[in-house]
């Protein structure tokens, strides 16, 4: 009896022992959702191309081989405007008039043949002083040696490639500027002392 009693004791000790336990609280899963933010950097700057149109080599060969232009050139107290045509290079004429004469010329067998126009004829003459600088100045695109290497695009102005050197040479500083859409020259300067400027008629 005494021995059924003890168990039935430890047995009440043990139930009581029991409820008063706190279960353990589940564990806590901490689920740490982070926004997703998307942080879109912004393009970087384009560094800018330089075009390779209107380049100046592309202005000297087309000056050196166009078919046909009209030019005004101011040299020395000189002011010319006329026309230059080319059958091909090296077979160029010219017709322009200035300081109220009009001349016309062009390449042959003996050289230049120049005439001069009287009323409403043409006749032979003896060129003008300044006549075969100008013709030199139109038909031959001269091109000289840089002290800078090669001429520098300075800028674009109205269309245009401006490009800047210095002539090795006679340390006179050419300004030439390059039509980008056609790459012919519009515009030749050097210094103070001249200045060509040339324009193409819509149907050449």
């Not at 000790?13 to 912004?42: D, G, K, M």
């Not at 060129?127 to 038909?139: D, H, S």
């Not at 210095?166 to 790459?183: F, G, K, L």
């Amino acid at each position: 009896m005494r021995c059924e009693r003890f168990w039935t004791y430890t047995l009440l000790l043990t139930i009581v022992a029991c409820s008063r336990e706190t279960p353990a609280p589940p564990p806590t899963i901490t689920t740490t959702q982070s926004a997703a933010t998307t942080s879109v950097a912004p393009p970087p700057p384009q560094a800018r191309i330089p075009s390779t149109n209107g380049s100046y080599a592309k202005g000297i060969d087309w000056l050196r081989s166009a078919p046909a232009f009209h030019f005004v050139i101011d040299e020395t107290g000189v002011h010319a405007e006329g026309d230059l045509t080319r059958r091909t290079i090296g077979a160029e004429s010219i017709q322009f008039r200035a300081n109220g004469e009009e001349w016309r010329t062009s390449t042959g067998p003996m050289g230049l043949a120049w005439e001069r126009r009287q009323g409403g004829a043409w006749k032979a003459a003896t060129g003008p002083a300044y006549g075969n600088r100008l013709f030199q100045r139109v038909t031959l695109a001269f091109d000289p040696q840089k002290k800078e290497g090669e001429a520098q695009l300075v800028g674009t102005e109205d269309g245009a490639n401006h490009y800047r050197f210095t002539n090795a040479n006679t340390s006179e500083v050419h300004d030439v500027w390059v039509n980008i859409a056609d790459e012919r020259i519009e515009r030749v300067k050097i210094g103070d002392v001249f200045e060509m400027r040339v324009t193409v008629a819509a149907n050449r």
